[in-house]
């Protein structure tokens, strides 16, 4: 089992900088799969970002060269660095952790309970 709990959420004028943290309570994380998803009002769930084991990563591509996902298998945390956002980015953000590297929420086992990311124009 694995337990996840986000962190750093917050409101932010547009143009503005939020890190987000995942804290995982498990006996190790280094082998799961760890990625952000955000689902905004109205909206479906949707990939943000994914990080292997190894650190290789992927992006959307709406927050591609803005965003910059980070993991530390040691302190057993993952990070989402926001920056230039935008209203659109407005959305609560889930951390989740599975075996398969996939976009596809479906793939992944362990969700956090979501953080609220508000960007004002």
């Known amino acids: 089992q694995v337990q996840l709990v986000e962190s750093g959420g917050g409101l932010v004028q547009a143009g503005g900088s939020l890190r987000l943290s995942c804290a995982a309570s498990?006996?190790?994380?280094?082998?799961?799969?760890m990625a952000w998803f955000r689902q905004a009002p109205g909206r479906e769930r949707e990939f943000v970002a994914v990080?292997?084991?190894?650190?290789?990563?992927s992006y959307a591509d709406s927050v591609k060269g803005r965003f910059d996902i980070s993991r530390d298998n040691v302190k057993k945390l993952m990070y989402l660095q926001m920056n230039s956002l935008r209203p659109e980015d407005t959305a609560i953000y889930y951390c989740?952790?599975?075996?398969?590297?996939?976009?596809?929420?479906?793939?992944?086992?362990?969700w956090g309970q979501g953080t609220q990311v508000t960007v004002s124009s």
């Open positions: 989740a952790a599975g075996s398969t590297r996939s976009a596809d929420s479906r793939a992944y086992d362990y």
């Open positions: 498990t006996r190790t994380v280094s082998p799961y799969i």
């Open positions: 990080v292997s084991w190894s650190g290789s990563t």
